[in-house]
């Protein structure tokens, strides 16, 4: 059963109607003493929709007050607030209070279905639904995070995953979509950092021949590119404050137009965002908007570093190295106990992606006919790591790092190769064919 509340008859019946032909039992309140008698009588509501003002004062304190009496006496109970565009800083006072989520007036019904469809589902979630089988993140610390994005990735609500460089963000957002009812539709990964604030709705939304000097041909945006499916926005924390205002409205009323093009256009999207900024520090200092803050952050998943979750690190070395001996023809090559602990000692400011290359770098770099990779093998390596530059953060290929390694050892020893084979840990003859594989 839905609740609705409202002072304005014809906003009640409204959305009675509304909400009956798609088959929701509904409950009218006109004011917040008739809602709290049916919120403390009735078990059977399940989410409340409810104005924020009910006299002739705009100021939203009635619609506070009773946000937080029902959250007071059934907390599991979402609500979901109506508010005028004007009035959007009452609806983030209000996310604050524990709303779920909050829609504009006048509003449109197709989002206002999708956005109690999505409270409701997340309501009944089951707490123990399993994570498909079929994951490729590797570890047992991160059971919990994948068992959250079971609960969540049927539904269609907006996640904000949160974590330092190299955690592993990409690969929740790639799972919840995998996970989702869009899981035949397309996954697109659009990197916010990268596009700057003059060419933010060409890239997103698209543009049309003539729209501006450089508009030489139609271009279709992301949004669009997305249709369907999971648009995934990583580094948002990146977003200036003009992006932040064209995106919030897009989440918020799901239209948009293309550049040159007067028509509004309706998404069809699930949104999933990541950054390794600390957001809510940025709402405070005024660089990210609160309200698109509290649009995009209906879950959060945040994930852990790798030095706090170093139980992971065996599983992840020999996930690691089995792919890195398939991808390059190389025979299965295990890892020694005692270079497993070595490797459990470094701090790895580069996370999960510093230890994937550092373990393709060990295989590599091993003497050929070694079947096994010790704690030397990896000393060596991590020794050449910059101090505070953790490896990894510069796209490159394995064949790329082993010659620049071999190259840095070479002119280290000033071109004495016995030192350097010695140093690299591989004969003297491994060494030439390595020199003459990459012409140095």
């Not at 996640?159 to 990409?170: A, D, H, M, Q, R």
Request: with cysteine; hydrophobic share 40%; proline share 5%.
């Amino acid at each position: 059963m839905i609740l609705v509340v409202d002072d304005d008859k014809n906003i009640r019946l409204s959305l009675k109607l509304i909400l009956e032909r798609n088959e929701y039992e509904v409950t009218l309140a006109e004011g917040p003493k008739e809602a709290m008698q049916i919120v403390r009588n009735t078990p059977a509501v399940e989410l409340v929709l409810m104005d924020m003002n009910y006299s002739i004062s705009t100021d939203g304190e009635e619609g506070l007050t009773l946000l937080k009496q029902v959250k007071v006496f059934r907390p599991e109970v979402p609500c979901i607030l109506m508010t005028a565009w004007g009035s959007i800083d009452l609806a983030v006072q209000g996310m604050r209070a524990g709303a779920f989520d909050f829609i504009t007036k006048p509003w449109d019904n197709g989002v206002l279905l999708d956005r109690i469809e999505t409270a409701i589902k997340i309501k009944n979630a089951s707490p123990a639904a399993q994570p498909i089988q079929s994951s490729p993140i590797v570890g047992t610390s991160l059971s919990g995070i994948l068992t959250t994005v079971a609960r969540v990735a049927p539904t269609n609500a907006p996640v904000l995953i949160t974590g330092e460089s190299g955690t592993g963000k990409e690969l929740i957002a790639e799972a919840i979509h995998r996970q989702s009812q869009r899981a035949n539709g397309p996954f697109v990964k659009v990197n916010l950092g990268g596009i700057s604030t003059s060419l933010f709705e060409s890239e997103m939304f698209g543009h049309k021949k003539g729209s501006f000097t450089d508009a030489k041909a139609d271009r279709i945006g992301r949004f669009e590119l997305a249709k369907g499916g999971t648009i995934f926005l990583d580094e948002i924390g990146e977003l200036s404050l003009a992006s932040q205002v064209k995106l919030l409205r897009v989440l918020q009323d799901q239209t948009y137009e293309v550049l040159g093009d007067s028509q509004t256009r309706r998404t069809d999207v699930r949104v999933v965002c990541a950054t390794n900024a600390d957001l809510r520090a940025m709402v405070e200092e005024k660089t990210f908007r609160e309200d698109l803050f509290y649009r995009i952050n209906i879950i959060n998943l945040h994930l852990p570093p790798l030095r706090d979750r170093r139980e992971d690190i065996p599983l992840l070395v020999n996930h690691f190295l089995r792919m890195a001996c398939e991808a390059n023809g190389l025979p299965p090559v295990t890892v020694s106990t005692e270079a497993i602990g070595y490797l459990q000692t470094l701090p790895f400011p580069g996370n999960i992606r510093e230890l994937k290359n550092l373990v393709e770098r060990a295989l590599l770099m091993k003497d050929p006919a070694a079947s096994q990779l010790t704690a030397a093998d990896f000393a060596l390596l991590s020794k050449d790591i910059p101090s505070g530059k953790p490896i990894g953060t510069e796209p490159a290929t394995l064949d790329s790092m082993e010659r620049n390694a071999i190259a840095a050892c070479i002119a280290k020893h000033n071109g004495n190769l016995s030192l350097v084979a010695k140093e690299l840990g591989i004969s003297r003859g491994a060494l030439y064919r390595k020199i003459e594989k990459h012409g140095l």
